[in-house]
């Protein structure tokens, strides 16, 4: 469903760690959140609906992210439900080094 290309130009690596860069796992699952996103409101009406993560579980890693490397996902969209005057989603990610799983969790977006 998505790509994320990590470079070695990107600015968080140099902290993390220096050395040895990887993806940070708060990046892996903003990634997944941003394919949330996309699947929520489609590409053109993406950044038109304010969501933000309101709720991560079961969430784990397994290989690491390099520079040089992509992290492809795969976002399924599990349930929607209205809260109050907003709505929430409850999503399942999974996002993969080639074909080694280096990420999975649940999670839900919520319209702010």
Do not use: W
Not at 82 to 91: A, D, H, I, K, L
């Amino acid at each position: 469903m998505g790509i994320k290309n990590v470079t070695s130009g990107e600015e968080y690596l140099g902290d993390h760690f220096p050395g040895f860069p990887i993806m940070p796992g708060v990046m892996m699952l903003e990634t997944l959140a941003q394919g949330g996103r996309l699947l929520v409101g489609g590409r053109d009406s993406a950044c038109a609906i304010p969501l933000s993560i309101s709720q991560v579980k079961q969430v784990k890693y397994g290989s690491m992210v390099k520079p040089g490397q992509s992290l492809r996902i795969e976002v399924t969209l599990k349930k929607t439900e209205q809260v109050g005057e907003g709505r929430c989603y409850e999503f399942i990610g999974v996002g993969y080094v080639g074909d080694q799983v280096a990420v999975k969790g649940r999670f839900s977006l919520s319209t702010i």
